[in-house]
């Protein structure tokens, strides 16, 4: 039984960082395509990045160059490090796995089993 669980998140000041955890159980995370998304109050919910089974990543627009997903296969658990964050990053953040080698789509329609997620909130 695939199942995800992040952990990490917290309250920053703008420009603080944060390391997100999602812990995989069910499955080797080496195998499949793995994303972290995210949504806001009142928003849609939002792809950050992917990662697919060879770590090749892509991420969104948004993000330029201020996240990083990275993974440890001994540990079975994919990271997003989180720099320089600001107000509008503010939001619940979820894992995902799209039980493919390579992700189907950047959007999150393409992942088939979530964590709970974990929330982020950036201060002024």
């Known amino acids: 039984q695939v199942r995800l669980v992040e952990s990490g998140g917290g309250s920053v000041q703008t420009g603080g960082s944060l390391r997100l955890s999602c812990v995989a159980s069910?499955?080797?995370?080496?195998?499949?395509?793995m994303g972290w998304f995210r949504q806001a109050p009142g928003k849609e919910r939002e792809t950050v990045g992917i990662m697919n089974s060879e770590g090749k990543t892509r991420y969104a627009e948004f993000v330029e160059g201020r996240f990083t997903i990275s993974r440890v296969n001994a540990q079975n658990t994919l990271y997003l490090e989180l720099s320089s964050l600001l107000p509008e990053d503010t939001a619940m953040y979820y894992c995902?796995?799209?039980?493919?080698?390579?992700?189907?789509?950047?959007?999150?329609?393409?992942?088939?089993?979530w964590g709970q997620g974990t929330q982020v909130t950036v201060s002024s």
């Open positions: 069910g499955y080797s995370i080496s195998t499949y395509c």
């Open positions: 995902a796995t799209a039980p493919l080698r390579y992700c189907p789509s950047f959007a999150s329609d393409g992942f088939r089993y």
